[in-house]
């Protein structure tokens, strides 16, 4: 008796120690080069960079370099947040980055210390300086809107050639939604990239901090609330993919992975993504310094070369968002560059807006009308 | 008139271990029986064929006309007194004895009266509400014994019932065993491996030996008249002397073993036949003188061990034969044998017990 | 010296599971007090401890603000916790009784086979339990490995929409829970002596009493606690109904979740779980320490 005591101790203790381990270790990947200039500990979203630039970069420069993945701004900044991350180049979306530097948990960039600089869209850039509220904060990445991915030939068997595949009403109006609901309607789990394009629908301005709008916003979720499938970020790329879901409002790249994905696979299933008429949000990826970083040269260092056009254009081919690098250009496929999903079209342009970054009460409100939604009261 | 319980050519196999062995015996209403052997004799297997745990291999279990073939432990009309009391630790001793009664969805009332009954019988009036954990081994031996009687079962099967308590307590213990089964009249078959036991408990004995059933007897027959060597010896002490029939002269027979001896055997002896004569150690008497006796000797004392109530001697007589030797101590006309080196002994014909082959 | 020694050994036996359990336990619990009682900023930290030990000395100026807040919307935190408690409470119970019988199984068969048993139901928790749930969604999926199956087999002409629902929820939370289940049932049950059942059976009871009267009520502090492993976990789960379940399962976890990391707000996310411990974890485990004293 007290022997399978004993096991049954160790055994639990074991295994407790186990799922402790198990929780950070996973995305972890580390690189090895020869002669060693340094550390270089990076933290950037989850397939987010083409498959060689590390080596590349470690190959040219000697830095050993600690590649580091998450996939959700929260997660990144709550570790930001809570201070010491240890990490020396973060890559947080504008509004995040914005609220971080307010907390103190970013650093200023010295562009004059990154040369291909001068390759960014001055655009782009600009637009991500406003929502930072900062010239120097760091050089935009990647950016992308939020739209719709569908599947083109459910969509048309259950709303006909004229189906609305170029507006939010396509899953926001009642009507269609139910239509939709046997093949199955997913939605972003992320209020503030949802929200405010909710608000577009209706006709408010996408940039309203006004509680009454969001409200409102969170009625209209709540009336086609019955018909969806789930409220979800991750899985909807694999499911839009395999066909188990025909609708989905999902980041631009993330709708392009799932088209990717269906074509490989072979699987009959054509998906196509669009950015609606009413508009859209914008977001930008910024990559910035955290303010305890130690190995700031290093991540100028890579900063520097992840500028470099012919990297910058490698690395939009492989993911598919567009770059905030205008001299890649040239380097980038012809396919993604006329795609109006992905770069759009200047008549679309005049359409798409850059959402405030909220204080904590408008957060509050956001959260609360979303929680209720999601909650279904 | 059929025998209450019958016990017809029973086996029990255990893969290829043949753990009870072709064993018949009945019983009547009301008897004592106990169950002797050694460890592993494969009493306790049989007990649990008798409670329904164990089907047999082969063989047939009659109770009151009834067979038992197919019927479950729980309705048969026989209880079983764990070794271990297998007491229901969550239970009050009141409920242990009442678990029974319950089951037989008694009227409430009734099964109270009858627990208090119960308690009285096993002298534990007042402890009824005491959880067992609480008692000491006596005591949970009387609240297991009264649990197996709640269902006044017609057979009642006791495994080793007071191998877990002392001397003293066990010899008590065994005497109120038998006023209630006196006073019950229930039937009980009662397993020990010890043999004073069986002798003070029982109207019968089972001596077992590895699966089989060697011998039933009353306990006298038992110890006086065992039929085996292995009875002989397993049931009280007993020396054993390697002879030879010479012949028959009257009323005995006459032996040759290392010296000429004179026993009582029967009819079916010839001349030249090699047998075991055994003796039990208090028919034989130790003297320092030669007192002409029949069957006397010289021996050496070799060993001695005061008992209190008697003397036993190990002794070596002629061709080294060796016997043990009991002196009670109420025979004050052996003044002090013990302090012999050497002395001589001598045995009635009529205490001998003669084993063949 | 070897006294003392032997003295340095007991003392290290007593305090080093207390330092063990004040560390790991105690401490972070403060600590989560002290957030809870502290005033959000934008800053790293984004709060304002309430509890300080700086250059000016210690100070300690808790605000209740945190509390009053969950007070005014009540309604936000209960409904999750309504839904949290009823996940955790059939969670508890399936894994209850897919359990038993398994931990019965285990009890009762040879010794060397319940150690090889014991080990493969210890055997999940070598994978993250994530990597568990989207290996089930593979299973569930209207495209996968059972709705394949039963298309195959000519079962079902569509496919059944198994993920989503009730069903897929609570297959995730018995897959994960099931284990801290079965371990504590098991050691109470392999405890169980045999000639008890025995004894049972023979004053007359069938199966189902012997189950009812004996093994369960014997098997209870098991029963007890392997619902304790269960239940105060899964009430703080949000991961599994949000992967595998649909649009309605708004969990009190996901709520902390979202004050945490939506809204920045730690000192509301840490008041939300100590309000979580001292309603449902506290009674439990008093009402736990009560029955022990009153059976010792
Ligand atoms: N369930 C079983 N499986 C296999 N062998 C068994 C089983 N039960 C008993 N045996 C074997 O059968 C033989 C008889 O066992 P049993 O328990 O009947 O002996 P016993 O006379 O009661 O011994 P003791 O006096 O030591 O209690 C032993 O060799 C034992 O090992
Ligand atoms: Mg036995």
Redesign the pocket.
Request: net charge negative.
């Given at each position: 008796m007290e022997r399978s005591n004993l096991f049954l101790i160790t055994g639990v203790i074991a295994a407790g120690l186990v799922v402790f381990f198990n929780f950070d270790t996973s995305n972890t990947q580390k690189s090895q080069v020869a002669e060693i200039e340094g550390e270089l500990n990076i933290y950037n979203w989850s397939d987010y960079i083409a498959e060689d630039t590390i080596a590349n970069f470690e190959a040219e420069t000697g830095v050993r370099v600690t590649y580091d993945l998450y996939d959700s701004n929260e997660v990144l900044e709550a570790k930001m947040l809570a201070g010491s991350s240890g990490y020396d180049l973060v890559v947080p979306t504008a509004d995040f980055l914005a609220r971080g530097r307010e907390a103190g948990a970013y650093q200023d960039m010295d562009l004059s210390k990154i040369p291909n600089a001068s390759n960014q869209d001055p655009e782009i850039q600009d637009q991500a300086n406003k929502m930072v509220g900062s010239a120097s904060a760091g050089l935009v990445y990647m950016w992308g809107s939020t739209g719709i991915a569908y599947n083109e030939a459910m969509i048309a068997e259950r709303l006909g050639d004229d189906a609305p595949t170029d507006s939010w009403s396509l899953i926001l109006n009642p009507e269609n939604a139910a239509k939709l609901e046997d093949c199955g309607i997913a939605i972003l789990d992320a209020p503030t990239d949802v929200l405010p394009n909710v608000m577009t629908y209706l006709g408010y301005p996408g940039t309203s901090t006004d509680k009454a709008h969001f409200e409102a916003a969170g009625d209209a979720l709540s009336a086609i609330r019955p018909y969806l499938r789930y409220i979800n970020s991750s899985q909807s790329i694999n499911d839009i993919a395999n066909g188990d879901i025909c609708a989905a409002i999902m980041w631009s790249g993330d709708a392009f992975q799932a088209a990717y994905r269906a074509e490989d696979a072979e699987n009959g299933h054509v998906i196509d993504y669009y950015i609606p008429d009413e508009g859209t949000n914008l977001w930008f990826d910024v990559m910035a310094i955290p303010a305890d970083a130690k190995n700031i040269d290093n991540a100028y260092k890579f900063v520097d070369y992840m500028m470099r056009a012919d990297v910058a254009a490698e690395n939009v081919n492989y993911v598919w968002y567009a770059s905030g690098n205008k001299a890649a250009k040239p380097d980038i496929d012809p396919d993604i560059l006329s795609h109006p999903g992905i770069y759009p079209t200047e008549k679309a342009k005049e359409k798409l807006f850059v959402t405030p970054v909220y204080d904590a009460k408008t957060d509050r409100i956001v959260t609360r009308v979303w929680n209720r939604f999601s909650a279904g009261n | 008139m059929t025998p209450f319980i019958r016990i017809q050519n029973i086996s029990k196999k255990?893969?290829k271990?043949l753990?009870?062995d072709d064993v018949s015996f009945n019983l009547e209403r009301g008897e004592l029986f106990s169950l002797l052997?050694?460890?592993?004799?494969?009493?306790?297997?049989?007990l649990?064929m008798l409670a329904g745990f164990?089907k047999p291999s082969e063989g047939y279990i009659e109770i009151d006309g009834q067979n038992m073939a197919n019927v479950d432990p729980a309705d048969r009309p026989v209880n079983i007194m764990f070794?271990s009391y297998a007491l229901f630790p969550h239970m009050s001793v009141s409920n242990n004895i009442a678990y029974g009664l319950k089951r037989a969805s008694l009227p409430s009332d009734e099964i109270k009266a009858r627990v208090e009954e119960l308690l009285r019988l096993v002298h534990l009036s007042g402890m009824g509400a005491r959880k067992p954990s609480t008692l000491s081994g006596g005591q949970r031996q009387r609240v297991a014994l009264a649990r197996a009687l709640a269902r006044r079962p017609k057979l009642l099967l006791l495994?080793?019932p007071l191998a877990a308590l002392d001397k003293k307590l066990r010899s008590e213990t065994q005497f109120e065993l038998v006023n209630i089964q006196e006073q019950l009249g229930t039937t009980f078959i009662v397993?020990t491996?010890d043999q004073e036991e069986a002798m003070t408990l029982s109207t019968r004995i089972g001596v077992?030996d590895n699966?089989k059933l060697v011998q039933t007897a009353t306990p006298n027959e038992i110890y006086e008249k065992p039929e085996t060597r292995f009875v002989a010896d397993f049931v009280g002490d007993i020396s054993f002397l390697e002879a030879t029939v010479i012949e028959r002269t009257g009323k005995y027979w006459l032996m040759e073993a290392a010296t000429p001896i004179y026993a009582i055997g029967s009819s079916t002896l010839t001349s030249g036949m090699k047998v075991s004569l055994a003796i039990r150690p208090e028919k034989i008497t130790l003297t320092s003188q030669s007192t002409g006796h029949l069957n006397e000797f010289p021996v050496e004392i070799e060993d001695w061990a005061f008992y209190g109530a008697g003397t036993q001697y190990k002794v070596i007589g002629p061709d080294g034969i060796k016997l043990k030797v009991y002196q009670s101590h109420n025979q004050p006309s052996h003044a002090n044998p013990r302090h012999l080196e050497t002395g001589f002994v001598h045995f009635s014909p009529d205490a001998t017990i003669i084993l063949e082959g | 010296m070897h006294s003392l020694l032997q003295k340095f050994g007991r003392l290290l036996v007593i305090w080093l599971p207390l330092g063990w359990l004040g560390i790991f336990f105690m401490l972070p619990l403060v600590e989560m007090v002290n957030v809870s009682l502290s005033e959000a900023r934008r800053a790293v930290p984004p709060y304002n401890p309430a509890f300080q030990i700086g250059k000016d000395g210690i100070s300690f100026q808790p605000v209740v603000d945190n509390y009053l807040l969950i007070y005014e919307y009540w309604e936000d935190y209960l409904w999750p916790a309504v839904n949290s408690v009823r996940l955790a409470f059939f969670s508890t119970l399936y894994c209850l009784l897919f359990a038993y019988p398994m931990a019965w199984w285990i009890a009762r068969s040879n010794k060397s086979l319940q150690h090889i048993l014991l080990v493969l139901i210890l055997m999940p928790f070598w994978t993250s339990s994530l990597l568990r749930m989207y290996a089930l969604i593979g299973l569930l999926n209207p495209n996968g490995v059972i709705n394949d199956f039963l298309i195959w087999a000519g079962i079902t002409v569509t496919p059944i929409q198994m993920m989503q629902t009730d069903f897929s929820i609570y297959s995730g939370m018995i897959l994960t829970y099931l284990p801290l289940m079965i371990l504590p049932l098991y050691a109470s049950l392999v405890r169980l002596d045999n000639s008890v059942l025995e004894a049972a059976a023979d004053l007359g009871a069938k199966n189902w009493d012997i189950f009812r009267t004996i093994i369960l009520p014997l098997s209870m502090p098991g029963v007890i606690a392997g619902c304790l492993l269960v239940f105060i976990p899964a009430v703080g789960e949000f991961v599994i109904p949000a992967l595998l379940g649909g649009p309605e399962q708004l969990m009190l976890g996901k709520v902390i979740w979202t004050e945490f990391f939506r809204n920045r707000d730690w000192p509301v996310a840490a008041a939300i779980a100590i309000i979580l411990i001292a309603i449902i974890i506290l009674p439990i485990v008093y009402a736990r320490y009560q029955d022990k004293e009153s059976i010792s």
């Open positions: - | 255990f893969g271990l753990a009870v052997g050694p460890s592993g004799c494969g009493k306790t297997t049989l649990r164990e070794q495994d080793e397993v491996h077992m699966g | -």
